[in-house]
């Protein structure tokens, strides 16, 4: 049973568009929510993350959106560039028991040129 | 700084022989975790230590699979024995506290025929 998901398994944008990635959650004991990005071969890399306290948390050309009624995040990358083309998960700290994280199934983007 | 390395970086091997993943986490880090990723789970959390103590493995599949780590700058993650249903990639992280972000190694591309 996933508890974070990410719906969509892939995704293709223009390159300079806007890119959304969305998550969406069903444990409210969730405080905080993490993006990674993984290129092919290689580990995911931490991207940028959310406390459960706010609702947008900004970095650059990346943004996260978190909507805490609905139980859902979104990423957003403006503009996309060709660079970004790699697979995102969401992850959701869970502080009920043993804390730790909990991955969703990821997103493949590809930008196009 | 070195990151997360595991090894080996291929594995093929027949059903039914030991399999060892090795990691060496980040100096310093004192939380490693193992992940396993396939398509229909995405990254599932296997097991994770805090200083050196396994702290849940209740993502560990069965009995077959077990992990150690004997230090701070070890760990193994053994499957014994392998079945082809076992074939993924395989991930450690590690990070500062069991809560921070992780720093994830390149993963272990296991193949059991």
């Known amino acids: 049973d996933q508890q974070v998901k990410q719906n969509s398994p892939s995704l293709s944008v223009q390159e300079g568009r806007i890119s959304i990635l969305n998550c969406d959650y069903t444990n409210s004991m969730f405080d905080y929510f993490l993006w990674y990005k993984k290129y092919p071969a290689e580990g995911p890399t931490f991207l940028i993350s959310i406390s459960s306290i706010k609702d947008k948390n900004e970095d650059g050309r990346f943004t996260v959106f978190l909507n805490k009624s609905a139980k859902h995040l979104s990423l957003h990358i403006v503009p996309s560039q060709p660079g970004d083309s790699a697979v995102y998960f969401c992850?959701?700290?869970?502080?009920?028991?043993?804390?730790?994280?909990?991955f969703g199934t990821g997103t493949r983007l590809k930008v196009l040129a | 700084d070195a990151g997360v390395i595991q090894s080996p970086r291929h594995e093929v091997t027949e059903m039914g022989q030991e399999v060892t993943l090795r990691c060496k986490p980040i100096s310093g880090h004192n939380s490693l975790f193992w992940y396993r990723q396939t398509m229909m789970r995405g990254l599932e959390l296997l097991i994770y230590f805090n200083n050196n103590v396994p702290i849940d493995d209740s993502g560990m599949p069965e009995d077959r699979f077990s992990a150690k780590m004997p230090n701070a700058s070890f760990s193994t993650l053994k499957i014994q024995p392998s079945e082809p249903r076992d074939s993924a990639v395989y991930f450690c992280a590690s990070s500062l506290g069991s809560l921070g972000p992780q720093h994830f190694g390149d993963g272990t591309r296991l193949s059991i025929l």
């Open positions: 992850a959701a700290r869970d502080t009920s028991g043993t804390y730790k994280y909990i």
